[in-house]
């Protein structure tokens, strides 16, 4: 009884865990980019009271035993990297990776990040970088007196001067991982390189298995709202029936103490 | 305490067991694979059940235990004999995720614990950082083998670690969305078998014992079958847990009013003790 306490308690946590998970990729349904995390649980350990496979006679085994359960726990809380939709939003720093592949940008004490957020904007010596001045890397100057910007589907970005006259600036690069799911997410679209993620690989835009670029828009949300509903009514409903089974076990307690007047 | 009071103690015992495993079941309501488990109650009777006497004319004063016969009744106890796990197939929900995995039918996926082989039903796989294919918690995901051809009345040796090692599945160069898994667990990139997945099926799924993180172990080596006769694999599924919330709820219901009922046995028979203490003796 005390253990049916402490298993509907885990289960409690669990789904309390799930519905924090839940809300958060709600939060960013709009969000450039946003990856949904996903929660995965797992059984926890079982008490083996009594084994299966014992004996009960000589010639006879035992089929079954008894293993008694403690909960459940949080197993992981990984991003789900499928490609979110593609927005055309017209303006010419914007870029989309139609496919896998992250951006590389360098973050403020000169560590290489990832991300898929390609809303460009342009410091004030030319450099491309994110909103937050991160500087994508490989850099890419805009050279003075610049009217018009284009960024091919295979990352060559050219520019084209008042005389009208084109030069390229640059190409783009993108980076690969064997397990982005084991990225380290920092916020603001960012992510770190973390043992689990395997090592970045970098490529060309549309070569192997790295994506194309599309210029003049940005990446959706990948955040599937019917889905997350569904899974927000499961945590709410799980939610509340371990309550039950936590009461359950409360009621059987004061029975029990109510025997002794 | 008169010695009527131990059965029910017995079965308030078992029935708080019973409330444990319904609320582990609950507790698992939403991990992918779960499977539930029942407790199973057994009568014991500690003296064998005495044999119906002839009923004879009493020739001398008879005692209580001639009048009011309990043959071997009031020394009966139940115990939880076993938890049965049951392996009915969970509803496979649709994930959308090239690595998820979901079995139609009695197999079990083979995965490499840091205590050895054990296995699993929960197939949301992962790419560790050296492509190897893994569970949620890192253990390796192993691919079919066919068994050893054993030895003339010796029974084939247990592989060892590095031998079972070498049957993970490394997906060179990053990109599982365009991997395809096939229904007997072929993987493959474009038209290119690039491994197997080891589906195995078990002669009698009572003797796996759960071992919590989603895993099984097998008591009996010879309970394994290699090849799986009914069992289909399905991509970008995940088996959801088989538990239903009503059923549980309606254990747990009788559970309570069960362990109700036992207790206030327990309570008359406290009460019944306090009366002739009290009572009886009154001058």
Redesign the interface.
């Known amino acids: 009884?005390i253990?049916?306490?402490h298993?509907?308690a885990?289960?409690m946590e669990?789904?309390q865990t799930?519905l924090d998970n839940i809300a958060n990729n709600l939060a960013n349904v709009n969000t450039t980019a946003y990856k949904e995390s996903?929660a995965?649980?797992?059984?926890?350990?079982?008490q083996?009271?009594r084994?299966?496979?014992g004996q009960a006679g000589p010639d006879t085994v035992?089929?079954?035993?008894?293993?008694?359960?403690?909960?459940?726990k949080t197993?992981?809380v990984?991003k789900?990297f499928?490609p979110g939709p593609i927005k055309v939003t017209g303006r010419e720093f914007d870029v989309a990776v139609n496919g896998?592949g992250f951006f590389a940008v360098e973050s403020d004490n000169g560590e290489t990040l990832y991300t898929r957020d390609g809303n460009f904007q342009k410091l004030p010596d030319g450099r491309l970088a994110t909103v937050h001045g991160h500087v994508l890397q490989p850099t890419i100057t805009v050279p003075q007196g610049t009217v018009k910007i284009d960024i091919a589907p295979r990352g060559i970005v050219s520019a084209v001067d008042s005389n009208g006259k084109r030069q390229d600036i640059g190409r783009i690069q993108l980076v690969?991982?064997?397990?982005?799911?084991?990225l380290r997410a920092l916020g603001s679209g960012l992510y770190q390189i973390s043992?689990?993620?395997?090592?970045p690989?970098q490529g060309n835009p549309g070569e192997?298995?790295f994506g194309q670029l599309q210029a003049g828009a940005l990446e959706g949300s990948n955040v599937n709202i019917v889905t997350e509903m569904v899974n927000m009514i499961?945590?709410q409903?799980?939610y509340e029936?371990?309550s039950?089974?936590?009461q359950?076990?409360d009621?059987?307690l004061g029975?029990?103490t109510?025997?002794?007047r | 305490m008169s010695k009527g009071v131990w059965p029910a103690v017995s079965g308030?015992i078992a029935?708080?067991?019973r409330?444990?495993?319904?609320?582990?079941n609950?507790?698992?309501?939403?991990?992918?694979g779960?499977k539930r488990?029942q407790a199973a109650f057994r009568h014991l009777l500690s003296d064998a059940m005495a044999a119906q006497a002839k009923e004879e004319v009493p020739r001398q004063i008879p005692t209580d235990k001639e009048i009011h016969r309990l043959d071997g009744r009031d020394k009966a106890f139940v115990i939880?004999?076993?938890?049965?796990?049951d392996h009915t197939q969970g509803m496979v929900k649709t994930t959308?995720?090239p690595l998820d995995v979901a079995i139609e039918g009695k197999g079990f996926f083979e995965v490499l614990t840091p205590t050895g082989v054990r296995y699993t039903r929960?197939g949301?796989f992962?790419?560790?950082?050296?492509?190897a294919l893994v569970t949620?918690?890192g253990y390796l995901v192993l691919s079919a083998t066919a068994d050893a051809a054993p030895a003339a009345g010796a029974p084939a040796p247990a592989p060892t670690r590095e031998e079972l090692a070498a049957r993970a599945i490394v997906?060179d160069?990053?990109?599982p969305?365009?991997l395809t898994i096939t229904r007997d667990g072929g993987i493959f990139r474009g038209r290119e078998q690039v491994n197997q997945l080891s589906i195995v099926e078990f002669v009698?799924t009572?003797?796996?014992?759960?071992?919590?993180?989603?895993t099984y172990r097998n008591?009996?080596p010879a309970n394994l079958v290699r090849e799986p006769a009914s069992s289909n694999v399905r991509q970008a599924m995940l088996e959801t847990s088989n538990v239903n919330?009503v059923k549980?709820?309606t254990e747990?219901?009788n559970?309570?009013r069960m362990?109700?009922a036992n207790?206030k046995i327990?309570?008359n028979y406290?009460d019944l003790e306090s009366r002739a203490v009290n009572d009886i003796g009154k001058l």
């Open positions: 009884m253990r049916a306490v298993t509907a885990t289960g669990a789904m799930n996903t995965t649980f797992h059984d926890l350990f079982y083996n009271i084994d299966p496979g035992k089929p079954t035993g008894v293993q008694v359960g403690v909960g459940v197993a992981s990984h789900n499928e896998d690969n991982f064997v397990n982005p799911s084991g043992d689990a993620s395997g090592t690989n192997s298995n499961q945590a409903r799980a029936m371990n039950k089974a936590m359950s076990a009621t059987m029975t029990t109510g025997v002794l | 308030s029935q708080s067991q409330l444990d495993v319904v609320a582990n609950l507790a698992n309501v939403n991990t992918a779960f488990d939880v004999d076993e938890i049965r796990t959308g995720n929960q949301n992962m790419l560790n950082g050296d492509g949620t918690e997906i160069q990053a990109n969305s365009q009698d009572k003797l796996l014992a759960k071992e919590g993180s989603s008591e009996l919330p549980e709820l747990m219901l559970a309570t362990f109700e207790q327990v309570k406290g």
